[in-house]
């Protein structure tokens, strides 16, 4: 309660107004802090929008997952109803293809290969052992 005490004092010194009537422990706010309350609400209310719409922009696209033909056909060909019920609904472009791709030219999200781990560039999470 301290803080926001303080907040309220700086405020009204700034703005040179009473922003509350103080009586005794209540406060109940003038009606210019009314006003000032009600814009600041719909200055919130568009930065939220701004904000949710960028999210929506943002997790339109299908998750694109590039895997090696031998680990499609022998493995996750026997997982891929679960990986995408996992998904929650999100889209899934999947592409089968032995080459190494540019993931960020050809916008490439996850990458499933065989080998060490050790590519330039790259982050690699092991998830299965040999």
């Not at 089968?96 to 060490?116: A, I, K, N, P, T």
Request: negative net charge.
């Amino acid at each position: 309660h301290g803080a926001v005490s303080q907040q309220i004092r700086r405020l009204e010194a700034e703005f040179g107004l009473r922003l509350f009537h103080r009586q005794g422990n209540a406060m109940a706010p003038t009606p210019v802090a009314a006003a000032l309350a009600s814009r600041v609400s719909e200055a919130l209310a568009v930065l939220e929008r701004g904000v949710d719409e960028l999210r929506s922009d943002a997790d339109c696209g299908p998750l694109v997952l590039t895997v090696v033909s031998h680990f499609a056909t022998r493995w996750l060909a026997r997982r891929l109803a679960r990986l995408t019920d996992d998904l929650g609904g999100e889209r899934l472009t999947l592409r089968v293809e032995d080459r190494m791709v540019d993931f960020f030219s050809e916008r490439v999200d996850v990458g499933l290969r065989h080998g060490s781990g050790d590519w330039p560039g790259l982050e690699a999470t092991p998830l299965l052992m040999d």
